[in-house]
């Protein structure tokens, strides 16, 4: 026999589980595993022509193979079916909706999952399975969900659960039905029971957090004793509570939360009964009141999770202006800054006011520029100090209608709380961004990150960056590797390029570094950087961790020692804004507060804020350059403000040797994304900014194509790769006149054996492609002619000329350029030559001869150099 059951104190989302799985084995039989809550036995009694019920007095419980439990997983909860739970022959088979808890059934075949009620869990296999349900069916299904979904308002609410819902409406679910059964009215003793625990509430900080416990003794038993303590949570609006009833020999316990520090769940299921991280309720027997309470007292204190407090979410350190700071030349700060307020400190550092723009905006607009700020800074202080608790700071900015809050040790300011720091510590960077944060992050664990960096990284770098998180931790600095290859390790790209940022003393920490690993170190003070110099040749850069303004677009930054978080905010995409902890036990911890890991994995470039390109219009040629090389695309916002930028022709105002660079980057990168980068900088409208005349042309593409198939063997032929970008850059360049391009390297502020690189390309090459495709040009006039050529032009020759061309090309590389007389300027002397110009003449005709075949070997060598000689001596 198949029996269907769920839980003692049987509520709708149970119900309807059991309906459900009744679905799926339509041999089992439904039995209730205990009491019935008030409203669902109403629905029932009204429904008992549809339901079918048997009578667990009536089950042999020997009879029994197959358990199929919903809407639960603790054996204790299964009232008299306990005892079938480890029989030998039993089958359990568990449909539930709750996280694993440590009393949960183990040797079950359990089709959980982690959704907002049970009832959705098993209306996904009936969907799955095209399994047909009737209006009545869906009513008692949209019941179940709602029930324990709080109509989809609780934490626990997933997608799925709403969409079952709209299917359910779809298929008739009477809404009517719904809301009678879910908002039932207290009777007279439920109004009983709600004015004693009134009564007996009591208030307790648990690690910070205020737990509301309510105490009350009936004289009868009262059911819904879970839905009196919602209506007393609701009604002196309580974050936590928890109710204790005493009635008929036994004590029932309703627990309630709103936050996540307290897990009801977690906390119930040590009494035997459990529910929701958000709701629950347990039934102990042999308790009084007073034992049950200082139960309930101990295992909040074991099972309480700490408040979040300012100290972890304020950011720091914060911008402050001295009370003495004219109004103009705060305006101008908060200007550069993109601040909206500032703290104001007299001399001593102390905390005496805030000025926001507005105050700074009015001042201004009455000529009083050269005012201090004090005469207009809010006096009337709202702060914190560090341990102030989430919910302290959001009923301050509520009941004061402000946006910030600084946070203060004794009068010192040491962070600031914004509302946006709030509302993410509330309800998770998803809340305002879409997209889950990490360092906690869903996305990878520590373990996960040091067993990538394990299979990724060479055992010397994973050995060093142990030596790395060593001397964080005996310093005390909280270091972090940074940059491209945190985006590359994820992204599973090679990338050795070793950056650190230190929270403090980023300097003294590469010293103590260097000592350690004996390398050589050099430091920039100004900037807080420093460059270690490893035995090996390995380079570690190492950065204070800082934040950035500009004070126009287009210009340098000006840098001020920060935080990580505000450290990443400056950079420029959100695939290069995350970081891994290094230092001690948060070795491996990611660090993503801008979601950098969902643009990875929906392949995207994201800037970080709005006027990122106006800032630093390089970031336009790094996109583009980002985009090419991991097949990605920036996301609409992102590409829509670089053509605004393009369009206000900000990157015109962009130094010349800004914008080589990020081109250079371009052109390093692997055929065919180069010219892949020009086609798209011309689309956004960018690459006229180089040069009005520079246009992808096809014959510009057609001169890439050669390159992407030649370049190669090219490089294997020279004997070595050169600079990689300059063939790239000629093939820029060579539809405009040569003159004008190097006109154009000259203002880009090219090196001169760059530029010279470049003139070989757009000048000597064309003329030695024309002569290499004359048969007439004989092999000692080609070497004339490529023997001068640097690397990266032979590179650029070999690629663009014809296949004939090509091949004398290949005859210099691999023959010709290697060809040179077996004689000396020994031999000459010993002929009677003195030592002169004429040693180099003599030998350059005997080597054009070689190269021509007109002779060989050392005997006609000598013999054509005495002939030479002879005439030399004669003059």
């Not at 009833?245 to 520090?261: D, I, W």
């Amino acid at each position: 026999m198949d029996v269907i059951l769920g839980h003692v104190n049987v509520d709708f989302d149970a119900l309807a589980s059991m309906v459900a799985a009744k679905k799926l084995y339509p041999e089992a039989v439904m039995v209730f595993a205990g009491a019935v809550n008030r409203n669902v036995r109403e629905f029932i009694t009204l429904h008992g022509d549809v339901l079918e019920f048997m009578d667990p007095r009536a089950l042999d419980m020997e009879a029994v193979n197959r358990l199929i439990v919903v809407d639960n997983r603790i054996a204790d909860r299964l009232g008299e079916f306990r005892q079938l739970y480890g029989r030998e022959g039993v089958e359990i088979f568990v449909y539930d909706h709750h996280p694993p808890s440590p009393h949960d059934m183990t040797g079950v075949k359990d089709y959980s999952e982690y959704l907002g009620a049970t009832t959705t869990v098993l209306l996904k296999i009936i969907r799955g399975k095209s399994i047909p349900i009737t209006p009545f069916e869906a009513t008692l299904f949209a019941l179940g969900i709602h029930e324990d979904t709080g109509s989809l308002t609780y934490a626990g609410t997933t997608p799925d659960d709403a969409e079952a819902l709209a299917y359910l409406m779809r298929k008739g679910a009477n809404l009517d039905v719904v809301m009678h059964f879910l908002s039932k009215q207290l009777s007279p003793e439920q109004h009983l029971l709600m004015r004693r625990l009134f009564s007996g509430l009591e208030h307790h900080r648990v690690k910070g957090v205020l737990v509301t416990v309510a105490k009350a003794r009936m004289e009868e038993y009262v059911e819904g004793a879970s839905m009196v303590a919602g209506k007393l949570a609701d009604l002196e609006n309580l974050d936590v509570l928890f109710t204790l009833t005493e009635m008929q020999g036994r004590v029932v316990v309703v627990g309630l939360s709103r936050l996540q520090q307290v897990d009801v769940d977690r906390i119930l299921s040590n009494l035997g009964g459990g529910g929701h991280p958000k709701a629950g309720s347990a039934v102990l027997k042999g308790y009084t009141l007073t034992a049950a309470e200082r139960k309930l007292m101990a295992l909040l204190e074991e099972n309480v999770r700490p408040l979040v407090t300012a100290r972890e979410i304020m950011s720091g350190p914060v911008k402050t202006i001295g009370e003495e700071t004219p109004i103009a030349e705060a305006s101008r700060r908060m200007e550069l800054t993109g601040h909206t307020a500032f703290p104001v400190v007299d001399e001593r550092g102390e905390l005496v006011g805030m000025i926001s723009r507005k105050d700074l905006d009015k001042a201004g607009h009455h000529g009083l520029g050269h005012a201090p700020v004090k005469g207009f800074m809010t006096r009337n202080l709202i702060a914190v100090d560090e341990n102030a608790s989430l919910q302290e700071i959001q009923k301050l900015m509520t009941d004061n209608a402000i946006g910030r809050v600084p946070v203060v040790k004794g009068r010192r300011v040491v962070g600031i709380v914004t509302r946006k720091d709030l509302l993410r510590a509330l309800h998770g960077q998803e809340y305002l961004y879409g997209f889950a944060p990490s360092g906690k992050t869903s996305g990878y664990t520590r373990a996960e990150i040091i067993e990538l960096m394990q299979r990724q990284l060479p055992g010397e770098v994973q050995n060093l960056l142990r030596q790395v998180s060593r001397v964080a931790e005996e310093g005390g600095y909280p270091v972090y590797l940074v940059g491209g290859v945190v985006r590359d390790l994820l992204l599973g790209y090679p990338n050795l390029d070793l950056d650190l940022v230190v929270e403090g003393e980023g300097i003294e920490f590469a010293r103590r570094l260097a000592r350690e690993t004996k390398a050589r170190i050099r430091s920039h003070r100004k900037f807080g950087t420093a460059v270690i110099i490893l035995p090996s040749g390995r380079r570690i850069d190492v950065a204070t961790a800082r934040t950035e303004f500009y004070e126009r677009p287009a210009a340098l930054p000006v840098v001020e020692i920060s935080s990580i978080r505000q450290d990443l905010y400056r950079r420029d995409f959100t695939i290069n804004a995350m970081a891994i902890a290094l230092t001690g036990d948060r070795f491996g911890e990611l660090l993503d507060y801008f979601g950098g890991l969902r643009d990875l994995d929906r392949r995207q470039i994201r800037i970080l804020h709005n006027l990122s390109f106006v800032e630093d219009p390089t970031r336009i040629f790094r996109a583009v350059r980002f985009e090419q090389r991991y097949g990605f695309r920036m996301e609409r916002q992102t590409e829509m403000l670089a053509r605004r930028a393009v369009e206000m022709e900000i990157v015109g105002r962009l130094t010349n040797a800004r914008v080589r660079d990020e081109l250079v980057d371009i052109l390093s990168e692997p055929l065919p994304l180069p010219l892949k980068g020009l086609e798209r900088l011309e689309e956004l409208g960018a690459l006229r900014t180089l040069h009005p005349d520079i246009r992808v042309t096809p014959a510009m593409r057609s001169r890439f194509r050669l390159l992407e198939r030649h370049l190669g063997e090219a490089w294997r032929l020279i004997g070595e790769e050169g600079r990689a970008w300059i063939p790239g850059m000629a093939t820029m360049l060579a539809d405009l006149p040569s003159a004008e391009g190097l006109k154009w390297c000259h203002q880009m502020r090219l090196r001169r054996e760059d530029s010279e690189a470049i003139r070989q390309c757009l000048e000597e090459v064309p003329i030695a492609v024309e002569a290499l495709c004359d048969r007439r040009t004989s092999p000692s006039r080609v070497v004339a002619m490529l023997d001068p050529l640097v690397p990266e032009a032979l590179a650029y020759l070999y690629a663009l000329a014809g296949p004939e061309a090509r091949e004398r090309v290949f005859s210099y590389l691999t023959t010709w350029r290697g060809t040179f007389p077996s004689i000396s300027g020994k031999d000459l002397r010993e002929m009677g030559l003195p030592p002169s110009r004429l040693y180099s003449q003599i030998l350059v005709k005997i080597r054009e001869a070689l190269l021509d075949g007109e002779i060989s070997g050392r005997e006609e060598e000598l013999s054509l150099a005495r002939s030479l000689a002879e005439k030399a001596m004669r003059r």
